[in-house]
Nanobody
Framework: QVRVVESGGGLVQAGGSLRLSCVAS????????MGWYRQAPGKQRELVAG???????NYADSVKGRFTISRDNAKNTVYLQMNSLKPEDTAVYLC?????????WGQGTQVTVSS
């Protein structure tokens, strides 16, 4: 069993910053890619940023230059530094961890950006 837990969400004004964290624990031999997704009310879940075990990253066009994903493999943790936040970034942010037996998701953390 693999458990994924996100933290760090909250309410912030437009232009502000937040740092999200995601920790994977349990029966993990090694984690391949980890990723951050978000889902706003009435919208489909979308990829925000992903990172491989080797550190290769990819970003949604809407967050390039504002968000940075990083990971600490020793701690099975991935981070999402979000700067210059906009009201349209408001969503539930979910993390996933891809391990050999499958993909596991956290419950999500709410990010709300006020204008």
């Amino acid at each position: 069993q693999v458990r994924v837990v996100e933290s760090g969400g909250g309410l912030v004004q437009a232009g502000g910053s937040l740092r999200l964290s995601c920790v994977a624990s349990g029966s993990i031999f090694s984690i391949n890619a980890m990723g951050w997704y978000r889902q706003a009310p009435g919208k489909q879940r979308e990829l925000v940023a992903g990172i491989t075990s080797g550190g290769k990253t990819n970003y949604a066009d809407s967050v390039k230059g504002r968000f940075t994903i990083s990971r600490d493999n020793a701690k099975n943790t991935v981070y999402l530094q979000m700067n210059s936040l906009k009201p349209e970034d408001t969503a539930v942010y979910l993390c996933n961890a891809n391990v050999i037996v499958g993909t596991f998701w956290g419950q999500g953390t709410q990010v709300t950006v006020s204008s």
